[in-house]
């Protein structure tokens, strides 16, 4: 990747971005408690994780998704940035915005290997999703751990998984559970959602 492609918006100049979480470097000395170890298909890009459970671990339906993986869906977990090391190759990563079809660093943005452009993660403003499949999952703990508990942009699937998780049409949380969603969630968020149009309505705000 050309030098001036590195320099994207809230970049401060050419170098900037290597000191800076996800991609800075921890020290020996630092407190990184190594849990898990992950690598591109060519292995030039390895890293490690500190955190023992993602955040949360989602499967995204949506056309970005689809066309940018080349797959029905992508299956994502997401970490804190300070929670990954890389050891290897991170100063050969690709970056690509698909908002602007740019190749500068501006967030949110997809990270790739820049030899055998496996997806490495997405890169947000505070979080970062990674993708399972290039972690080293050793047991069935460790795969427990990375689970996928729901289904987002589900509208926009390409073929349905009957698997009982909760199915969102966009966002989850800001859509509608929709298929084989658990009923007891369709329960809970018709309440919910009904208490905050009477809260609205008390208010005044009739919309």
Known sequence: MAMHQRTGDGTEGIDEWKKRAPYRVHEPNEHFKVRYEASCHCGKVKYQLSREEPLDSKLCHCTTCQTQHAAPFQWAAIFHKDDINFTHGHHD???????????????????????????????????????????????????????????????????????????????????????????????????????EREERFQKGEHK
């Open 93 to 195: 990563l690709e970056w690509y915005d698909p908002t602007s079809k740019s190749t500068e660093h501006r967030l949110p943005c997809k990270v790739r290997c820049s030899y055998c452009h496996s997806p490495i993660m997405d890169e947000g403003r505070n979080m970062i999703l990674l993708f399972p499949s290039l972690v080293h999952l050793k047991n069935e703990q460790d795969r427990a751990n990375f689970k996928p508990r729901l289904h987002m942009f589900y509208g926009q699937r390409v073929m349905d998984i009957p698997d009982g998780l909760p199915k969102w049409t966009g966002l989850n949380q800001e859509s509608d559970l929709i298929e084989d969603s658990p009923p007891d969630m369709v329960r809970d968020l018709e309440r919910k959602r009904e208490k």
